[in-house]
């Protein structure tokens, strides 16, 4: 039995499921438990949680408590729900760790449309390593422990920022287990439970996840699918609201792709100056230009009295298992160290250091990897043009993703319909506050382009089975690219 981890109302469990009735002649309990299924995978209700009553979800979902008992029924069979007497039901997982190094476990028949996160490159991973294992020797005589990072590393990423444009030394540098990590960190040091934290809307599905178990209170900003930011809202939110930080991923921004100009990145510094508000920017795709180069960071662009903490990572550039990340201030982060000790002491020496030697060999495999992902994004937008007519595309430039929006408010609906398909993809609300972007869905270019064209045609199956069947309206020449 999962120990519980909390509870979610009928109310708030109710928003986080959104549009997922079917509008056909699918059965209301599958569709329910699907959606339900899909909250707990995508990590959007954690594990452990406990469910309202089925009268109460009955009630607020002004369905049957027939409808619900039976999907709760339906969840308990596939493992994703236990019970016990006397007790409220807690939402699960089938296994807890999958087994390694392939899925064998009940995710291992499906497409992974929901990870945004390219495979290593073989020979700078393998190369990495064997540097790694020839600068060993060192610090094999020392405990290992290194709070801020190893050197070696924390330098190639003060060059990096320095060959784009942002003086950076070492010291101005702290090395973490990946940009989530770094987030987690941040928030740590700055933000107590319920302050106020500005975000843009869609924003990673990872920073509202670490705001909730923060109990930080998130205020979105949206951001137009096509023209982007708005930073004279932005900034008439933050004068009213009077945030702890603002986050914002200006590069290739996750799940769009779009990228802030200068003058933005400028007015972005103005705005943290002004309020006194520290702006936290994830550059975590910011190698990742498919059609413009990025500007310099944000950092380069700030004004005095502006406060600009950034945060980068080797996930998406690299390779994820690496499991290395980083935050760069304009001063020692003394602070943030001190946070990052408290939380797991220090990271693993062989990553750090043969992620340094990646980050310094990144011109021998960036090229040919930026040309891959831009032949997957091809591959991918014509796959939606043709099994997903009258569905919309954000003309991002850049990164791992494909922003889609639906002519109907089912992307939670066409999620689960996709899971019972053989794929997993992650609908639009799991990028939102309390359930917005319903009519949208993310598709990420990182798997091989037979299995992404398949995997696309498979959603708009899904789509039509989360509607019903109805045909998606001839939109033709709606198609952003």
């Given at each position: ?7 979610v ?5 109710v ?6 009735k ?13 959606a339900?299924?899909?909250l ?21 979902l ?38 390694e190094?392939?899925d ?11 990870i ?14 064997r ?19 190893v ?9 990096r ?100 100009d ?22 975590t ?36 298992g ?86 109907r ?11 019972g398909?053989?794929?997993r ?5 799991a ?38 069947g ?5 939109l ?6």
């Amino acid at each position: 039995m999962f120990p519980s981890t909390g509870t979610v109302g009928a109310a708030a469990l109710v928003r986080q499921l959104g549009s997922w009735k079917p509008d056909g002649p699918r059965p209301a309990y599958l569709a329910l438990a699907e959606a339900l299924r899909l909250l707990v995978l995508d990590g959007r209700v954690p594990v452990g949680t406990a469910l309202p009553s089925e009268r109460a979800l009955a009630a607020h979902l002004e369905v049957s408590r027939t409808t619900v008992t039976t999907a709760y029924a339906e969840l308990r069979d596939s493992g994703h729900l236990q019970s016990r007497q006397g007790a409220r039901s807690v939402l699960s997982l089938p296994h807890a760790v999958p087994a390694e190094p392939a899925d064998t476990g009940p995710e291992a028949d499906l497409i992974r449309l929901n990870i945004a996160a390219p495979s290593a490159p073989d020979q700078i991973v393998h190369d990495g390593y064997r540097h790694a294992l020839e600068c060993a020797p060192p610090y094999l005589a020392g405990i290992g422990l290194y709070p801020g990072g190893v050197l070696a590393l924390r330098e190639a990423i003060a060059r990096r920022y320095t060959d784009r444009g942002l003086p950076t030394s070492s010291e101005q540098v702290l090395v973490t287990s990946g940009a989530q990590h770094a987030l987690r960190v941040v928030l740590d040091t700055l933000v107590h439970p319920g302050d106020r934290v500005v975000i843009e809307q869609p924003t990673h599905h990872g920073t509202i996840l670490a705001l909730r178990r923060h109990n930080a209170r998130p205020v979105a900003v949206g951001l137009h699918p096509e023209h982007g930011w708005d930073l004279d809202q932005l900034e008439a939110v933050v004068k009213q609201q009077n945030p702890q930080i603002i986050f914002t991923i200006p590069d290739f921004h996750n799940p769009t792709g779009l990228l802030l100009d200068e003058a933005g990145r400028r007015r972005l510094g103005e705005i943290s100056a002004r309020y006194r508000v520290p702006v936290v920017v994830d550059e975590t795709m910011s190698e990742l230009a498919l059609d413009v180069p990025a500007p310099p960071p944000v950092a380069s662009f700030a004004p005095r009295g502006a406060r600009i903490i950034t945060l980068g990572s080797a996930s998406k550039t690299i390779w994820a298992g690496l499991r290395v990340g980083w935050i760069r201030t304009e001063t020692s982060p003394d602070s943030l160290t001190a946070a990052r000790y408290d939380m797991d002491l220090a990271g693993a020496v062989f990553e750090q250091l043969a992620a340094g030697y990646a980050l310094d060999h990144l011109a021998d495999f960036l090229p040919g990897r930026l040309d891959s992902l831009r032949a997957a994004r091809a591959v991918a937008r014509d796959a939606v043009a043709e099994h997903q007519p009258g569905a919309t595309i954000s003309p991002g430039v850049g990164g791992l993703c494909l922003w889609v929006t639906l002519p109907r408010p089912v992307g939670t609906a066409t999620a689960a319909a996709a899971a019972g398909l053989g794929v997993r993809i992650a609908a639009g609300s799991a990028f939102g506050v309390d359930g917005a972007l319903e009519r949208n869905i993310r598709i990420p270019y990182s798997l091989p382009p037979d299995q992404l064209s398949q995997a696309i045609e498979l959603v708009g199956t899904a789509y039509r089975r989360a509607t019903g069947g109805a045909t998606m309206p001839d939109l033709e020449g709606q198609l952003v690219v």
